[in-house]
């Protein structure tokens, strides 16, 4: 299995184009389901999540063509199988994000649960009981979830708590659905709203989606469409950490930092000098001192949860003491104990870590416990001194584009090494 090797203590420079986002694929991937017209995506990422949805994709019966230059255009004229089985939604959660479009378009689907998972247990519930409230049939047993419906019906959904696959699930089954579907307390992310201006291009009838309340008037059909995917926010920000971490000077393109106030404002509170030069390009810089900075992540517009483990390397390295609150998942630390064998002075009590910044970190074998986690130890083996081995990497192919590659080309000293 592959491992990444990084050797610390340069600084980053250059340049870095940020890959098309994740958590925005993934969801639109989906939302193909509900036409027979081809849709037809650009800036998609290369990622292993990726490539697992157009797996499942296929098994329903897809016709995917891959250009490196153009794109992905997905076909779904001949969609003839519903279930999304174990072995694929096991190895990623998001897969349930096909159950909406399914349901609303075919009528029928069988999802198998997703299983537990190292950030927390991460239930479904309010994607069931949303689907049930807009009158599909839905059962458990066997591991599966059995969902079926004539037509959905629109409704009026409350999450609680907000949740960003849930709410898309929702807004994609109520574009077909009879009638209007208020949806209140919905994620106001930039990938739920990347989500909705596809589906609007495909004819779909929404308005409030970025607000928590989400207004949508189903209609009978949807057809195909062009879309480009919006910039990768949490990539764009763990390179941001990247750079100040190691003292450099980064410029970021095809990034978009409306997405990211958040943590740019946390990051500048800790003394990285942030410009953002045009729409599209932040250059991030660091005048050598980080200072601590306490940081609590909430959902959109608050600060990421899929940015904590980053953050947390940075006030290890930081003068001074932070306190980190995870308000988002439970158990979301499992970096920590990786992140302490590096010298990090890091103290759990609940859902907050204490931090006591320390000078430096000491490069080590380490091990990936999820997708940002991975993430975080490649950025504390970047700060630290001598060489630190990092195994388990397929978790960070989940979400980050050729990481390594990009890393060297700001002039890090990084390899993927086999075995
Ligand atoms: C999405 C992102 C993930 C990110 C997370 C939070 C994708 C593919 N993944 O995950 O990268 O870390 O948002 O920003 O977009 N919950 C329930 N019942 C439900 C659903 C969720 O109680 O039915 C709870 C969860 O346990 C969690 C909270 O809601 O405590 C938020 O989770 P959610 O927003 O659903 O995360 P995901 O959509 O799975």
Redesign the pocket.
Known sequence: MDKILVRGGRPLKGTIPISGA??AT??ILAASLLTTGHVHLSNVPHLR?VTTMLELLGQHGSAITIDEKLGVEIDNARVNNFTAPYDLVATM??S??VMGPLLARYGQTDISLPGGCA???????????GLRAMGADIELGGGYIRARAKRLVGTRFT?D????????NLLMAATLAKGQTILENA?R?P?VVDLAQCLIAMGAKIQGAGTSTIVIDGVDSLQGCHHAIIPDR?ETATFMVAAVLTQGDVLLTNACASTLYAPIDKLKDMGAIIDELDNQSIRVRSNGNIRAIDLETS??PGF???LQAQMLVLISLSQGTGIVTET???NRFMHVSELQRMGADIRIRGNTAHVRGCSKLIGAPVMATD??ASASLVLAGLAAEGETLISRVYHIDR?YERIEEKLRALDADIQRVSG
């Open positions: 994740k958590n993934l969801p999540d959660r998001a349930i994000l950030i927390g247990s991460r239930p479904v519930n309010l994607h069931i009981q999450f708590p907000v949740t960003v696959t849930g709410t898309e994620a992310e990938e949490i959902p959109f990421p949860t899929d988002v998942f439970e997708l940002r979400g």
